[in-house]
């Protein structure tokens, strides 16, 4: 389907990366299209996989999990069982909401919450350290955000 997206597609994408929830009806207002047509094309993007989930992006500090950590994970060896083993274990922390296997310096790269430096300090100390996979951690506490954005670049 990527390869078969037109124009109208690209705006209804660009449309609700900005806003999922408005109604179909202002969707296709937006993007030039009488409303049938528009939520057939939703449907379309959504039944191919384009359209991935419909998500609420919350504001961490209002919901007790305000800490942000970047860290960095070198494993003991890089075998596909030691990869497997990390990535299996990582998908069951909530606290970790990304992470990416890399090539370069580190093996992976995650992003953290928590509460505070504390919490996230008690996290690395009695969960991510103790993967057997894991020979060291290098945490990187942002200062300020500068730029956060879910939308992708569609052109």
């Known amino acids: 389907m990527p390869d078969s997206l037109d124009a ?3 705006r209804i994408l660009k449309a609700l990366q900005r806003n999922a929830r408005m ?3 202002e969707l296709a207002n937006e993007v030039g299209l009488s409303p049938s047509p528009c939520l057939r094309r939703v449907r379309l993007l959504e039944e191919s996989g384009v359209i991935d989930q419909y998500v609420a992006v919350l504001n961490g500090a209002k919901v007790g999990v305000g800490l942000t950590v970047f860290v960095r994970v ?3 060896t890089q075998d596909a069982a030691v990869t497997h083993q990390f990535a299996e274990t990582v998908r069951n922390f909530p ?3 990304e992470c990416y296997l890399t090539t370069g ?3 992976a790269i995650m992003r953290v919450v928590t509460a ?3 919490a996230y300090w ?3 100390a009695d969960y991510l350290t103790r993967i057997p996979s894991v020979q060291s951690v290098k945490t990187d506490v942002p200062m300020e955000t500068i730029k956060r954005s879910y939308e992708l670049p569609l052109g």
């Open 105 to 107: 310096e580190c093996d």
């Open 95 to 97: 606290e970790v909401v």
């Open 116 to 118: 505070d430096l504390h």
């Open 74 to 76: 070198w494993f003991k």
């Open 23 to 25: 109604s179909n009806v």
């Open 122 to 124: 008690r996290f690395q």
């Open 8 to 10: 109208i597609d690209r």
